[in-house]
């Protein structure tokens, strides 16, 4: 993996992180603070009613209002009935009582008028496992590959976790745990265990509806999650919070804390990087290339399309060498952008046709190499009959695109709109449609300034002609706050 650097920018409302590689910006991460969920939190809860007809229990957690917690969700009680394996769960009014105090764990935000969904079933995810301290077994990621290679990290972290009265609880090993070393499984247990013991702690010292864990904020997750060998420095342009940091990363990540660096330049931290600028780019549905081809990148609900196209590049002997030059560059930026955009799900990308097939595996081989140094798992088949690629990229949290934009008031997400002649079509039709069943002195059209404009001077004919015909005058008037598609029509 080539080197890299991390930027962390730093304000109260928001955090960014910028992954750099080779002085390209590889990664982007943003969190708001309004924005934070309260999964994965971990609370000290009251239970203030029980439901029986529900199976559930309403929580004091502090919040404004009470918890969820249903009987499904509850761990520790007594066990199943045993007559059948699918019998229903002993009764939540046999394991809970009002008054009770529970260590519970968010796994679902309020939504609406709905407090949020508790579980007393707690898991502390790291960066290569998750810790369930109430439970013994050693668990595997489903998407972790062969049966041998299972029993193999079972049995290793097995070893590592110790059998001894203070080596309680159980873990599930994360699909990047596939290749992780004894000594980065070693010091993921270590920090789970110490995290769970500091919340033992504080739930023995705290009253009633306090928090006693809070998941993870984008800045420590760099430490956890994003700090890899290669990381050469991590700077962050916040004193107190690079201090903060530093201090967590003692406590947990002592390897990280050595590349931690408080940046002081007089410049913002993404401004000197040029961070901003590329920010903006992966907003874009464009994107240029080195050679003067381009990408062109759509995003809709259902799979994300990314067209190659030669643009203006004419640097090779022939056209068949520029077509294969476009798209092994393109190869590469495709990777990129997967990562700069966090895009998930389906992905088709349409290389520029190419007829030798060795030249299509180079590119399909490109493009596997550049997905490899990519921390979220993606798939990639070969070239279809219609010569598309097809792709599937693990959706890990919302789209850049999502997450800074909403779609636009004026297309609604479409991404166009009607022509200024066809609004005044629609217009026309309207008018005639409202004289059949309405007799006004006046039809007055208010609309936008270019459909007003375009019925005074080219549609003026029609308009006229259709005055004649239904028998009223028709008056317009401009609107200046009107998107091209808005009109009204207003009977005087």
């Not at 239904?470 to 008056?475: E, N, V």
Request: charged share 25%; aromatic share 6%.
């Amino acid at each position: 993996m080539p080197a890299q650097d991390i930027l962390i920018n730093w304000a109260p409302q928001e955090t960014r992180v910028a992954i750099i590689e080779n002085g390209a910006v590889q990664e982007l991460h943003i969190e708001r603070t309004l924005e934070r969920g309260l999964v994965g939190n971990v609370y000290l809860g009251k239970v203030v009613r029980v439901l029986p007809g529900m199976q559930s229990a309403f929580i004091d957690i502090g919040m404004e209002r009470a918890a969820f917690l249903h009987v499904a969700d509850l761990h520790g009680g007594p066990p199943r009935h045993e007559s059948r394996g699918d019998a229903p769960l002993v009764p939540i009014e046999r394991q809970v009582f009002e008054g009770q105090t529970l260590t519970v764990q968010v796994i679902k935000d309020a939504i609406g008028t709905k407090g949020a969904r508790l579980s007393t079933q707690v898991s502390i995810a790291g960066r290569m496992l998750v810790f369930l301290p109430h439970d013994n077994h050693v668990g595997i990621s489903q998407k972790i590959g062969s049966h041998e290679l299972r029993e193999q990290l079972r049995q290793r972290v097995t070893a590592l976790a110790g059998s001894g009265p203070e080596d309680k609880g159980g873990f599930i090993l994360r699909t990047n745990a596939e290749e992780a070393t004894d000594a980065e499984l070693a010091e993921d247990i270590a920090y789970l265990r110490r995290t769970w013991a500091l919340i033992r702690e504080r739930g023995q010292r705290s009253p009633p509806g306090s928090i006693l864990h809070q998941d993870l904020s984008l800045a420590e997750r760099v430490l956890r999650d994003l700090t890899v060998e290669a990381t050469h420095t991590i700077r962050i342009d916040s004193k107190l919070q690079c201090d903060a940091l530093k201090a967590f990363g003692e406590m947990y990540m002592p390897g990280a804390v050595a590349k931690l660096e408080h940046y002081r330049g007089e410049r913002p931290i993404f401004d000197l990087f040029g961070i901003e600028e590329e920010l903006t780019r992966a907003l874009s549905r464009r994107v240029d290339l080195k050679s003067g081809g381009y990408l062109i990148v759509d995003q809709t609900e259902a799979l994300t399309t990314i067209d190659v196209n030669t643009g203006g590049f004419v640097g090779a002997r022939n056209f068949e060498d520029t077509i294969f030059k476009t798209n092994l560059e393109a190869a590469g930026s495709v990777a990129r952008q997967l990562r700069l955009r966090n895009l998930g799900g389906i992905i088709i990308a349409d290389f520029i046709d190419m007829q030798r097939e060795d030249h299509q595996q180079a590119v399909l081989s490109e493009l596997r190499k550049q997905l490899a140094r990519d921390r979220t798992r993606t798939t990639v088949s070969g070239f279809t009959q219609l010569g598309l690629v097809e792709m599937t990229r693990k959706r890990t949290r919302e789209s850049l695109a999502h997450m800074l934009c909403e779609p636009c008031p004026t297309c609604q997400g479409r991404g166009q709109v009607k022509t200024a002649r066809s609004v005044c079509y629609d217009i026309l039709r309207e008018i005639l449609r409202e004289a059949r069943q309405f007799s006004p002195k006046e039809f007055r059209v208010i609309a936008s300034a270019g459909v007003v404009e375009m019925l005074l001077d080219e549609e003026s004919v029609h308009l006229a002609g259709l005055s004649e015909f239904i028998g009223r005058p028709i008056s317009l008037r401009a609107e200046a706050g009107m998107n091209p598609e808005q009109y009204d029509i207003v009977l005087m």
